[in-house]
Structures are given as C-alpha cells and as structure tokens.
C-alpha cells in the first residue's frame, strides 16, 4: 500500500502490511504462509495483557529535544512518561548529551471532557505548552478517549498552528485502533513526514539518516571509516535535523519493526534511497548492508577494505567465542525485527535457536520488497526456528512454552520479559541497548555478554529455588497455546490443511 501522507491518520500495519499477534509454529512455516498470502490473525479467547501504539508513538517524539509532546488524553495514558523519562536520561549520558527531561504534558482529560468535549482543553493546553517551554514544535498524541469523544484534533492543530507559527502535529494513536502496537511508530513518522520534513535545500552524500531508538553511538566508528555520517532519528534529534531528513544519502534503520514506515516515506517523497538489506547484525547481515551501502554512495571497494580488515581483526576472539559456546541452546524474546536480529545473532555465535516468541509480525515492510524479509533472512541463512510463537507479549503463553522447550539461555529487548526466564532458572540475557551489537564489534561484545552470563549462573539458580511462578500445574501441564485460536495446533498446519481443501 503507498503511502499516503494527503491524509492525516496513518494505516495500521493490520491494513497496510497485514501485520498479525497470534500464530504458532515454525519460522519457515511462518514464512511460507505469509508469502503464499493465507496468513491470518489467530484470535486468543484469553488475553492477559495488550500494548498501546501511544507508547510507541511517545517513544520517538517525546525524546527531539527541541519539541513538547502533548498526550491529549486522561492522565492514565501518560503512564509511560516515566519510563521515557528514564530512558531519556540514560540515552543522553550514553551519547554524551546534556542531560534533561522529556518534554511531554497530558491534556488531563476528566469525566467531564468526555462529555462536553476536550478540544477547549487541548487549546488552553497547546496555549500553555507553548508559553512554558517555546518549543520548536508540538505533537499531539491522541488516546482512546479523545478518539471516542470525537475531539478534531487535527483542526484544533491546524487552527492552533497558524496562530502560534511553529508545527503543531496531529498524531492519531489512538490504543483501540490497532492491536500491532508498534503502528504508534507509524504514526510518529507519518506525523514528522507530513508536518516537519521539508524538501532537501542541499544533497548531503556524507550523511546517512540511522532510523533507532536511544542506544549508545555505535555506528560512527564504522561508517566513517567510508565517509559517512549517521544522522540518529528521531530520539535526541532537533526539529532543524528533522526538516532536513531530506537531504542525506540513504536512509537505513536499526530494525524494520521500528522504520520501516519513514524509510520507505523518505524513499517516496524525495528518493532518498531505504537500505534494504538486512540488518547489520552478525557477519553475514553487517557484510550485504555494507556492500548495498557502497553501492549507493560508490565506495564499492572501500567497503570490501572495511568489510576485510573488520572480519580480520575480530576473528580470534570470534572462534574463541564460538568454541565456548558450540553445542548450546537458546530463546529469544523481542519485538519482530529485533527478535530476528537476536536469532542472528546466536546463531552466528553457534547457540542453535530452537524456540522464539516475538511481539507481532510484518509478511512484508512498506518497501515492498519481498526480500527485505528478515524472517526469511534468518530461516535462508541459519535454518527453521522450530517453536516459534507470535504474541504479543503474552507472558502465560511464553512462560508455558519456553518451560517446556528449556533452552540454555533466553535472551529479550524487554525488561518486563526477563524475569519469567530467571524465575524458571534459565539464564536470560536482557539486551536492551541494541545498538551494542551492531557491525562487526557487535557480533563480539553481544557473545562475550552471552559467554558471561552462562558461565556465571548461580544467581539465576537460586532466584529460581526462591520464587514461585503464579501459574498453577493445571497451566503449565496444558498446550502453550491452548488460547489461541488454533488450540495449540500449529497455525501453519491448519492453513495447510485449508490450502489442501
Ligand atoms: S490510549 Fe487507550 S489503550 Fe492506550 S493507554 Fe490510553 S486508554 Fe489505554
């Protein structure tokens, strides 16, 4: 579906790229029945939690330094101010920034609000944003209430923008409209590509647009080593930097879940070519983004150089690595894209995945290229994932499984997510800062990490002897997926058997 950037909502990934939360399975079947067009969402007659696009949404425009997120919606919503706001400062020290809080407000909308309307809220809110904090520009994210109230939230930023004079962006991320919560990413970009980027002024070719959340710089070292520049977006990035998202040489992003929508946005608007390769994680990831790279900007030959000198000097403690951990088991917890990034990772590292339980997944990216795959990536390069469940973030379908797959280690994106493994006693890695393991190093420090961690497991051990799961036998001892819609029948086999028929 092309994007469309004349209207203000954008389409959910359910729509757009027919993103679904319920399979399980195996990764190839995953792949084979998306690519013959009979995946379908699997319905869970039990849900124990859902996410909410607003996070996402929060999550990339509340860390610009130079703008003010207003969540317009009861106080509720804004409930992961907090964590944005730690993360936040985390991210700044990482990247040697000064460190500052979000600039992110609530509309506060009451009872009363959802009965005689929220926009004089919002209006006094926008008025007071701007007075307190003269930002450079204002996002609105909505909720579920001002959804059903029916605030025009998109007149009251147009009209509220040609009185004050700096972008005031309506972002429709309303929690009830798409059970894909990373769709709050799309809404965010579709938001900046409509209201912020403007057309490119001068061509920049050392600049390269790095589409990621707030993990340390670690992109630099190596893309300078071929002239480059990575332009982070859109955490600790300014209003100016994002008007000009135009004007650089490519655009590539450290996981498709999350940019998928502004690459291929960026790609339309002003061809500003999208980095498809896959991801640059482990060798054979790292080497085709760098050579897709090379050829974009025709330093071809500087990138084999780079790609040469780099597998060079990390090969000693790569074997090493590999030695230590040959034979070994693993798990892996994350959103789609990430989650296939992990895989990669362990793979390489040789720790043979033999399960995954990743948040939601997208049978193709906006790009449309089919093989921009990263499921198929990792299935084509390091074999099936036999256990692989689609869930989004169901913790009792996902404690279930992984005590009945018992792998070496489990390794998550998530916080919330890690203490399941080490309350089972098995060794979990919680691998939040995903730009660690970028490139060639990445490859290194994520399995020194990996290396540690198993070697050094009495504290998960006893965790373990001390805690008790709050699931009784009478869970644990049924089918994983006894909720979904398949009732623990493999989603691929039953779409098989409706091929056959
Ligand atoms: S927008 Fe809806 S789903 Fe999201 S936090 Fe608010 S009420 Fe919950």
Not at 71 to 78: A, L, T, V
Not at 143 to 157: F, L, Q, T
Not at 191 to 217: A, H, Y
Not at 384 to 389: E, G, K, R, S, V
Request: with cysteine; glycine share 8%; proline share 4%.
């Amino acid at each position: 579906m092309k994007i469309n950037l004349e209207v203000p909502e954008v389409a959910i990934r359910e729509k757009r790229l027919g993103s679904i939360t319920g399979f399980c399975g195996t990764a190839e079947g995953l792949v084979k029945t998306a690519r013959c067009g009979k995946l379908k969402e699997e319905n869970r007659s039990f849900s124990q939690w859902a996410g909410c696009s607003v996070g996402k949404a929060l999550c990339q425009l509340s860390m610009i330094q130079d703008a003010v997120v207003i969540q317009h919606g009861p106080i509720g919503c804004s409930g992961e101010f907090s964590m944005f706001g730690f993360v936040n400062k985390v991210g700044q020290k990482q990247r040697n920034l000064t460190v500052k809080n979000i600039n992110a407000v609530s509309s506060n909308l009451e009872e009363k609000d959802t009965i005689y309307g929220g926009g004089a809220k919002l209006r006094k809110t926008i008025k007071e944003v701007f007075q307190e904090f003269n930002p450079k520009a204002i996002f609105i994210t909505t909720s579920c209430a001002s959804g059903i109230i029916g605030d025009d939230v998109e007149a009251i930023a147009d009209k509220a923008e040609k009185e004050i004079g700096i972008p005031i962006v309506y972002i429709s991320c309303e929690g009830f409209k798409s059970r894909v919560w990373t769709t709050g990413f799309d809404a965010a970009f579709h938001g900046i590509l409509r209201k912020i980027v403007k057309p490119p002024v001068e061509k920049k070719k050392n600049v390269i647009n790095i589409i990621s959340f707030w993990g340390s710089d670690e992109f630099s070292y190596l893309l300078r080593k071929i002239g480059l520049e990575p332009n982070y977006i859109a955490p600790f990035s300014t209003v100016e930097q994002l008007s000009k998202l135009s004007e650089a040489a490519a655009t590539a992003q450290i996981c498709s879940t999350l940019g998928t929508y502004l690459a291929a946005g960026l790609q339309q608007e002003y061809g500003i070519p999208e980095v498809k390769a896959s991801q640059p994680y482990g060798i054979t990831g790292t080497d085709a983004w760098f050579r897709e790279i090379g050829k974009i900007i025709g330093k071809e030959q500087e990138v084999e150089e780079l790609i040469k000198s780099e597998k060079e000097r990390i090969a000693p403690k790569l074997e090493e690595l590999r030695n230590r951990l040959k034979g070994k088991t693993g798990y892996v917890t994350a959103g789609a894209a990430y989650g296939h990034i992990i895989s990669t990772l362990l793979n390489e590292l040789n720790v043979k995945v033999i399960g995954a339980c990743v948040y939601h997944h997208d049978p193709v990216y906006d790009n449309g290229d089919i093989d921009a795959d990263t499921l198929n990536f990792v299935v084509e390069n390091y074999g099936d994932i036999p256990n692989y469940d689609v869930s989004n973030k169901q913790s009792f379908e996902f404690v279930n499984a992984m005590n009945k797959i018992r792998p070496d280690i489990c390794v998550t994106r998530h916080p919330g997510m890690a203490i399941w493994g080490i309350r089972l006693g098995i060794p979990t890695l919680l691998w939040a800062n995903e730009n660690l393991s970028f490139g060639y190093q990445g490859l290194i420090n994520f399995g020194e990490r990996v290396v540690d961690l198993l070697e050094n497991d009495e504290f998960v051990k006893n965790i373990a002897e001390h805690s008790e799961l709050p699931y009784t036998d009478w869970w644990m001892n049924q089918n994983p997926y006894s909720f979904l819609g398949t009732k623990g029948k493999k989603t691929e086999e039953l779409q098989r058997e409706k091929v056959a028929e």
